[in-house]
């Protein structure tokens, strides 16, 4: 599988904006997807994951209400859609693939490029 994520950019707080994550190669059937996140200095985190079989998703409570992810199977790409963004949302957004259910990032097989984030107060 591989991972192609697109859509960050600078924007001010309380914007939105929306990243997309292009996947090639083998289906996607049977994987879990996600978004990270790395600011500076931090380590990567887990912002949403998404089931591509059934739809289901997860959010840990930093992203919960704010962030949506969602998928397009006719397009094999998965979206994260963040609004009321901070400047605490200020990093790179990575996309990811895993064989499992699993909010480990060490769990996740495949890794896409980070796409920058930056949000201005």
């Known amino acids: 599988v591989q991972l192609q994520a697109s859509g960050g950019g600078l924007v001010q707080a309380g914007d939105s904006l929306r990243l997309s994550c292009a996947a090639s190669?083998?289906?996607?059937?049977?994987?879990?997807l996600a978004w990270f996140r790395q600011a500076p200095g931090k380590e990567r985190e887990l912002v949403a994951r998404?089931?591509?079989?059934?739809?289901?998703?997860y959010y840990p409570d930093s992203a919960k209400g704010r962030f949506t992810i969602s998928r397009d199977d006719a397009k094999n790409t998965i979206g994260l859609e963040m609004n009321s963004l901070k400047p605490e949302d200020t990093a790179d957004y990575y996309c990811?693939?895993?064989?499992?259910?699993?909010?480990?990032?060490?769990?996740?097989?495949?890794w896409g490029q980070g796409t920058q984030v930056t949000v201005s107060s």
């Open positions: 990811a693939a895993s064989y499992h259910w699993t909010a480990v990032r060490g769990q996740y097989n495949y």
């Open positions: 190669g083998p289906t996607l059937s049977n994987y879990a």
């Open positions: 998404i089931n591509w079989d059934n739809g289901l998703t």
